[in-house]
Nanobody, 124 residues
Framework: QVQLVESGGGLVQAGASLSLSCVVS????????VAWFRQIPGKEREFVAA????????NYADSAMGRFTVSRDNTKNTVYLQMNSLKLEDTAVYFC?????????????????WGRGTQGTVSS
């Protein structure tokens, strides 16, 4: 059974940081591209960042560029999202996802597996 379990969400003030983790089990992690998406109630799920199977070639949404860092540790089956300089508009539920194909990393429907999400809330 494939499982993706996110952790690290919480409540922080604007300008602070959050470190998210996602542990993946039930699949050959090193063969999968992984990504982070986020969603606000009433809105579509939005791409945040993705990392290739080897850990190289990170891909970021414009909103995340320069503030967020995505990485992975294939020895721990874990993908990370370091979020710095957080803004009020970063408040969302953050999901990790995985897929075999290295293409279309920003497209949510291309992903086969999803976690349940972790809430990140930024206050003023």
């Amino acid at each position: 059974q494939v499982q993706l379990v996110e952790s690290g969400g919480g409540l922080v003030q604007a300008g602070a940081s959050l470190s998210l983790s996602c542990v993946v089990s039930g699949l050959s992690f090193r063969h999968y591209s992984v990504a982070w998406f986020r969603q606000i109630p009433g809105k579509e799920r939005e791409f945040v960042a993705a990392v290739s199977r080897s850990g190289g070639s990170p891909n970021y949404a414009d909103s995340a560029m320069g503030r967020f860092t995505v990485s992975r540790d294939n020895t721990k089956n874990t993908v990370y999202l370091q979020m710095n300089s957080l803004k009020l508009e970063d408040t969302a539920v953050y999901f990790c996802s995985a897929k075999l194909s290295p293409n279309n990393v920003q497209v949510s429907t291309a992903y086969n597996y999803w976690g349940r999400g972790t809430q990140g809330t930024v206050s003023s």
